[in-house]
């Protein structure tokens, strides 16, 4: 007589979404929990939100002005973090993980069951910037500023180089349907 095994709760499955600036990131993660959260408790964890804004400074190699760092993995408290990411954790059934940082850190990327990268070409990455910042009431002028002095920077050196830990590198230029549906797929495929 064959021995029915109970079945046992489903491990929390984590997905990291990192990418440069206006890639993207915030729109896959969006439409992954929106098509997930149909069948799992899915939830989305924004690292922006964990961004302690006013720790560092930093001065444009060219141009010589400061500015408060915003770029720089420093600024992400890990610590909080972490503590509420395990509190999300054990109440969800999908964890979505999104932002710049998302694949930066080793002992996060060793929770992540897929990493995804989406990339853009860094022109169509300002033009979102700077509508998007814009319409917070910056001008174009300081948007573009802070893009040239130190953003693009930032990205070349913290954010470009995790590309190579990513299971998947999605075009963030594109209708994100097609390949929304092949990454539930296999979320869907590693879950069950």
Not at 2 to 8: D, L, V, Y
Not at 143 to 153: E, I, Q, S
Not at 177 to 182: A, E, F, I, K, L
Request: proline content about 3%; some cysteine; hydrophobic content about 40%.
């Amino acid at each position: 007589m064959k021995h029915i095994r109970e079945q046992e709760p489903m491990k929390t499955y984590v997905i990291g979404i990192s990418g440069g600036t206006c890639s993207g990131k915030t729109t896959l993660a969006s439409k992954l929990a929106e098509i997930l959260s149909e069948k799992y408790k899915t939830s989305v964890i924004n690292m922006d939100n964990y961004f302690q804004w006013d720790l560092l400074k930093t001065v444009a190699p060219f141009t010589g002005i400061e500015y408060v760092e915003h770029n720089h993995p420093d600024i992400v408290d890990m610590d909080k973090f972490y503590a509420d990411f395990s509190d999300i954790a054990n109440s969800a059934d999908i964890v979505i993980i999104e932002g710049v940082f998302a694949l930066y850190f080793a002992p996060l990327r060793e929770k992540l069951g897929l990493k995804i990268f989406v990339d853009l070409k860094s022109d169509e990455r300002l033009c979102r910037r700077i509508k998007r910042h814009m319409a917070r009431g910056q001008t174009l002028d300081e948007v573009a500023a802070r893009y040239l002095d130190t953003v693009r920077y930032r990205h070349d050196e913290f954010v470009e180089p995790t590309r190579w830990y990513a299971d998947v590198v999605v075009n963030g230029n594109l209708d994100a349907n097609m390949g929304t549906s092949v990454i539930v797929s296999h979320i869907e495929a590693q879950i069950l």
